[in-house]
């Protein structure tokens, strides 16, 4: 797994893993208005987003097309297992008893989990 990324370079992941490959100027122009960003400022993220090599680029005329080289449902997995692992021992069972403690999972929830174990049983 590569190295863990910031929330603003996920932001920058986000409209990649949307469309791609995209200019700094497209991913700018898709990240969050309300961030505020400037094209500048998308553009030290994708620098450090390549050093992480978690995205690739390649050259188009004057301007770089880039892209994800990690899936997203490859760094969810990872995250999920880093909060897992650093908050509950590696446990699914602990992470979702302490969601239902505080209750924070709805009937809608519960009966989703329910719906997935039993599929899983099956």
Request: charged share 30%.
């Given at each position: 797994m590569p190295e863990r990324i910031s929330d603003?370079?996920?932001?920058?992941?986000?409209?990649?893993?949307?469309?791609?490959?995209?200019?700094?100027?497209d991913?700018?122009?898709?990240?969050?208005?309300?961030?505020g960003w400037s094209a500048n400022t998308v553009k030290t993220l994708l620098g450090r987003l390549l050093a992480k090599t978690v995205i690739g680029h390649e050259a188009d005329g004057r301007r770089y097309l880039y892209r994800p080289l990690v899936a997203r449902d490859d760094y969810v997995t990872g995250e999920s297992r880093r909060l897992m692992d650093?908050?509950?021992?590696?446990?699914l069972t602990p992470l979702v008893a302490h969601l239902a403690e505080r209750d924070e999972l709805t009937a809608q929830d519960i009966a989703e989990i329910?719906?997935?174990?039993?599929e899983?049983?099956?």
């Open positions: 603003a370079e996920h932001a920058v992941m986000e409209v990649l893993w949307d469309e791609s490959p995209l200019t700094a100027q991913v700018a122009e898709r990240v969050d208005p309300a961030k650093r908050l509950f021992g590696g446990k329910e719906a997935l174990l039993q899983y049983k099956a």
